[in-house]
């Protein structure tokens, strides 16, 4: 499996402000996730960073608010913009496997808004 | 109707216990199905993918029932190790929809 390394692990930050999360992966992929796990609850798919193209978005996000960068095949970066304490969750990229369409996750990184 | 679903627990179980967890889907359509562990404040982690066949794993067993739209992972002797969530995952046209999680606790 790849290996994906995601930074900040955590911040804690002010309402208004944004927060810029990398993710890098040590292999060329062609698709990279970006996911949402509220406490207690599941993951849900944010958007899909396409290399070379906009982001594709799900129901709810927008890309004002969820802006993402994809400049090559390794690396991906999700900005939470003018955050507010519903913004608060684990953010997680993760990469597909090689295999039978399996997802890999890097370590997550836990957003606190207060 | 949610299109994963999961028993959210918790699930209290002493060592050595055998336990099941059930998942369903909604989307017939669904194409590959897979288990991942969560550890409290870490990523989820593949645990194990699911064949039409049903598959095992050492303690681990899982199945899948297409005409009931279910999938179900076994864990036989639990170890405390064990103490984790768990997650089942369903790949649908490309995009993967997770339950929310059954929690495991195994006390001694």
């Known amino acids: 499996s790849a290996v994906i390394s995601q930074k900040p692990s955590r911040d804690i930050c002010q309402r208004g402000t944004s927060l810029t999360i990398q993710c890098q992966v040590d292999s060329q992929v062609t698709m990279m996730f970006w996911y949402r796990q509220q406490p207690g609850q599941s993951l849900t798919l944010i958007a899909t960073a396409n290399q070379g193209s906009e982001a594709t978005y799900e129901s709810g996000f927008v890309i004002d608010k969820f802006p993402i960068s994809r400049p090559n095949l390794t690396f991906s970066t999700l900005t939470v913009s003018n955050m507010s304490p519903e913004d608060s969750s684990i953010y997680l990229c993760s990469v597909p496997g090689v295999n039978t369409g399996e997802l890999f996750f890097g370590e997550g990184s836990r957003l606190t808004v207060l | 109707r949610k299109e994963v679903e999961q028993d959210p627990g918790p699930f209290n179980v002493p060592e050595g216990a055998t336990v099941a967890f059930n998942c369903t889907y909604s989307n017939s359509a669904s194409q590959s199905f897979f288990w991942y562990r969560q550890d409290c404040r870490k990523e989820p982690k593949l645990l194990m993918s699911v064949y039409s066949s049903g598959n095992e794993d050492g303690r681990f067993t899982a199945q899948l029932n297409r005409a009931s739209q279910y999938i179900s992972l076994l864990i036989r002797d639990s170890k405390l190790s064990d103490s984790a969530t768990y997650l089942c995952?369903?790949?649908?046209?490309?995009?993967?929809?997770f339950g929310a999680g059954t929690r495991l606790t195994v006390k001694p």
């Open positions: 995952a369903v790949r649908v046209e490309g995009d993967m929809r």
